[in-house]
């Protein structure tokens, strides 16, 4: 073959393989193009948390459903009848390392837990209806599903209810004083909020209408590495990414009630690490 067929043939191959090198780059740039769209018809389900700049809410003013105390209405005395404040302020002391499971089903023994105001039973535990109650299981998560039916007694009369319509907060803390991702379920909606240990700086990323009047629910949470989710009886209230000052801590879980009995039963925790 002389330099010339040799030259003809090359020219030839690179035609024969360029095609190939061009639907590889048009496949790719329609899937970066399908992920985009995908993300974007998450809507208000993928919202993102507000920066946090030394320990302040940077709100987004792109999204309207994403607010800080600092600069809302609210008075900080409402934030903490809201319930993202630590009930109890004790440090949490951890189960040993040889008590963790990853999986727990209807942990109810006393000793599990760090707690005031709840009383336990074989397969269930109950606040409350006179004081303030908070229970924090022992057993930290980096990941986890968690998930609980609750019920609480409705009032048999208008002046038998609670003054405030809280029925259950769960809250996501590594220690007190640090931030805390929490939730707030009401009779009528439910608030996910992020504490940055002060009350001033509370962000409150989601509030959601919901129903909570028949006298129980089903809640479940998926914290995983770098997203939460919320799901109340089977309902997707959010689907969010998991806040930066959480990042990389593990996490307690805490259930609080505010004067209201209220009664956890088939409680579950699953690591997903």
Same mark, same amino acid.
């Given at each position: 073959?002389?330099?010339?067929?040799?030259?003809?043939?090359?020219?030839?191959?690179?035609?024969?393989?360029?095609?190939?090198?061009?639907?590889?780059?048009?496949?790719?740039?329609?899937?970066?193009?399908?992920?985009?769209?995908?993300?974007?018809?998450?809507?208000?389900?993928?919202?993102?948390?507000?920066?946090?700049?030394?320990?302040?809410?940077?709100?987004?003013?792109?999204?309207?459903?994403?607010?800080?105390?600092?600069? $809302?209405?609210?008075?900080?005395?409402?934030?903490?009848?809201?319930?993202?404040?630590?009930?109890?302020? %004790?440090? +949490?002391?951890?189960?040993?390392?040889?008590? %963790?499971?990853?999986?727990?089903?209807?942990?109810?023994? $006393?000793?599990?837990?760090? #707690?005031?105001?709840?009383?336990?039973?074989?397969? $269930?535990?109950?606040?409350?209806?006179?004081?303030?109650?908070?229970?924090?299981?022992? &057993?930290?998560?980096?990941?986890?599903?968690?998930?609980?039916?609750?019920?609480?007694?409705?009032?048999?009369?208008?002046?038998?209810?609670?003054?405030? #319509? #809280? +029925?259950?907060? +769960?809250?996501?803390?590594?220690?007190? =004083?640090?931030?805390?991702?929490? +939730?707030?379920?009401?009779?009528?909606?439910?608030?996910?909020?992020?504490?940055?240990?002060?009350?001033?700086?509370?962000?409150?990323?989601?509030?959601?209408? *919901?129903?909570?009047?028949? =006298?129980?629910?089903?809640?479940?949470? *998926?914290?995983?590495?770098?997203?939460?989710l919320t799901f109340l009886d089977e309902r997707v209230l959010w689907n969010v990414a998991r806040p930066e000052p959480l990042?990389?801590?593990?996490?307690?879980?805490?259930?609080?009630?505010? &004067?209201?009995?209220?009664?956890?039963?088939?409680?579950?925790?699953?690591?997903?690490?």
């Open positions: 073959m002389n330099s010339d067929d040799f030259n003809r043939h090359s020219i030839s191959s690179m035609d024969e393989h360029r095609p190939v090198g061009l639907r590889r780059l048009v496949l790719l740039v329609i899937g970066i193009g399908v992920v985009v769209l995908g993300v974007s018809l998450l809507g208000p389900h993928s919202l993102q948390w507000p920066k946090v700049r030394n320990n302040v809410g940077v709100v987004d003013s792109k999204s309207s459903t994403v607010m800080s105390t600092a600069s $809302s209405s609210r008075s900080a005395d409402d934030a903490e009848s809201n319930g993202f404040r630590a009930a109890g302020a %004790h440090r +949490i002391e951890p189960l040993s390392a040889s008590q %963790h499971r990853v999986h727990w089903s209807n942990p109810s023994d $006393s000793l599990l837990w760090q #707690s005031t105001g709840w009383t336990f039973e074989d397969a $269930s535990m109950s606040s409350s209806s006179t004081e303030a109650s908070s229970a924090t299981f022992r &057993q930290p998560f980096t990941a986890v599903s968690a998930a609980t039916s609750f019920a609480w007694n409705l009032p048999v009369t208008e002046s038998d209810a609670p003054s405030a #319509s #809280s +029925i259950l907060k +769960i809250v996501l803390v590594d220690q007190p =004083g640090r931030p805390q991702l929490g +939730i707030d379920l009401t009779t009528d909606q439910a608030t996910l909020g992020l504490d940055l240990a002060d009350e001033a700086n509370r962000v409150v990323v989601r509030e959601v209408p *919901v129903t909570l009047a028949f =006298g129980n629910g089903y809640v479940r949470l *998926v914290l995983t590495r770098d997203r939460f990042m990389n801590h593990p996490c307690f879980l805490r259930f609080e009630t505010s &004067q209201r009995s209220v009664t956890l039963s088939e409680l579950r925790f699953d690591s997903v690490e």
